[in-house]
């Protein structure tokens, strides 16, 4: 027997191994295809949702506070809701397309991803600093002088920054570990690309 | 994507479900990690299969997706431990259990090997032992014939060499 015919049964035998494996629960994946789906859109419409409710607020403040001061920081928080609303949409627009047909191509589309969660886990940060800024302007100047007369108002502003300070941390913390993850994905995935790269150029026939 | 994707992506998976969960096994030694794999694979085969036109086989473009997806899997691969129990159960019927028990010791031990070739063998071993031959591998890879053919050389050399020892 020659060398080939060997390898050749002896790759058959692995082949019909390999087939052995069991099948998977097919309606099962269907389900969790329609979940994932579903989950997808939901978080994209929660976050529309979200910035559209903060539009919503700011322009209340711009037309129905009779400070000027209300004007332009319900002004800046319109501008600031629409930015994040627009980010919402842009990190995303590559991530849903449909798969390229190229291993490279998918390749670059993960270094594409990657570089996104990092832009979103950066903008996620600074949007913290500057909400943190905008939330103290706002207090500052609605309880400007009053704190310490009025019990109620110094109640909600307790509660309301027990609150906010929990959510702060969720996202500081949320942000750097997502920040952390895309940043090391991303190396792994440039260094894939240039190892498949390399492979493809040493197995080139220089005679092709 | 309308209704009529989600049907057909039901048809896809009864057809190359055992492909994609093969697959799937060759990037990712973990069963309960392996499953979400096979779901980002019938994931974005969903996606993609409005795009699917007939100048290459369904079975070449759903491995082609699986392939690419089961690349996005290598970063976390690496992240992970390597330790991992085998799991011995299985149902059988025509055999003994004690043969039953040894097949699925060999499957896994054929499996653990694909895990542990490089990248670019494991892509091709794992297409080959689908049945891919070297033209589709390079076509489903994106990679040229030569380089395919040189590929799955050294994975059939490798796995082969590694069953004898």
Redesign the interface.
């Known amino acids: 027997m020659s060398k080939s015919e060997k390898?050749s049964g002896?790759?058959s035998n692995?082949?019909n191994?390999?087939?052995?494996?069991?099948?998977?629960d097919?309606a099962e994946?269907?389900k969790?295809?329609?979940t994932?789906?579903f989950r997808m859109k939901a978080i994209f419409i929660f976050e529309v949702l979200v910035g559209i409710a903060a539009i919503i607020l700011c322009l209340f403040a711009v037309f129905f506070k009779e400070e000027a001061i209300s004007m332009v920081i319900g002004s800046v928080g319109v501008a600031l809701s629409l930015l994040a609303i627009y980010f919402t949409w842009w990190v995303r627009k590559d991530i849903?397309e449909?798969?390229?047909?190229?291993?490279?191509d998918?390749?670059k589309l993960?270094i594409k991803r990657s570089k996104a969660g990092v832009k979103y886990a950066t903008f996620n940060l600074w949007g913290c600093l500057i909400g943190v800024a905008f939330v103290g302007l706002v207090f500052f100047l609605d309880f400007k002088g009053e704190i310490n007369a009025n019990a109620e108002k110094q109640g909600f502003l307790i509660f309301f920054l027990i609150g906010f300070a929990i959510y702060l941390i969720g996202v500081l913390v949320g942000s750097v570990i997502y920040l952390n993850k895309n940043k090391?994905?991303g190396v792994?995935?440039r260094k894939?690309l240039s190892?498949?790269n390399e492979?493809?150029k040493e197995?080139?026939?220089p005679l092709? | 994507m309308g209704k009529g994707s989600?049907n057909k992506?039901?048809d896809v998976?009864?057809a190359y479900?055992?492909m994609?969960?093969?697959i799937a096994?060759a990037y990712e030694r973990d069963p309960e990690v392996q499953?979400d794999l096979?779901?980002d694979m019938?994931?974005?085969i969903?996606?993609?299969l409005?795009?699917f036109e007939d100048r290459s086989s369904l079975k070449t473009f759903v491995a082609?997706?699986a392939?690419?997806?089961a690349?996005?899997h290598?970063?976390g691969e690496?992240?992970r431990p390597k330790s991992m129990a085998l799991d011995v159960e299985?149902p059988s019927q025509n055999t003994s259990p004690e043969d039953e028990v040894g097949?699925k010791l060999?499957?896994d031990q054929?499996?653990v090997a694909v895990r542990e070739l490089p990248?670019?063998l494991r892509q091709v071993a794992t297409l080959?032992?689908?049945?891919f031959e070297a033209r589709d591998i390079a076509e489903v890879?994106?990679?040229?014939a030569?380089?395919a053919a040189?590929?799955l050389n050294r994975a059939?050399?490798a796995?082969?060499k590694e069953?004898k020892t």
């Not at chain 1, 191994?17 to 998977?24: G, I, R, S, V, Y």
């Not at chain 2, 080959?128 to 049945?131: D, H, K």
């Open positions: 390898q002896d790759w692995l082949s191994l390999w087939q052995e494996a069991p099948e998977p097919m994946l269907v969790k295809i329609k994932k789906t849903w449909a798969n390229s047909s190229s291993q490279n998918q390749l993960l090391s994905e792994v995935y894939l190892d498949l492979e493809e197995n080139e026939d092709t | 989600l992506i039901e998976l009864t479900g055992g994609l969960s093969r096994a499953k096979l779901q019938a994931f974005a969903w996606k993609a409005p795009s082609r997706i392939q690419n997806k690349i996005t290598v970063s690496v992240r299985m097949r060999k499957l054929l499996q990248l670019p080959a032992l689908e049945g890879l994106g990679i040229s030569n380089n040189v590929r059939k050399d796995l082969i069953f």
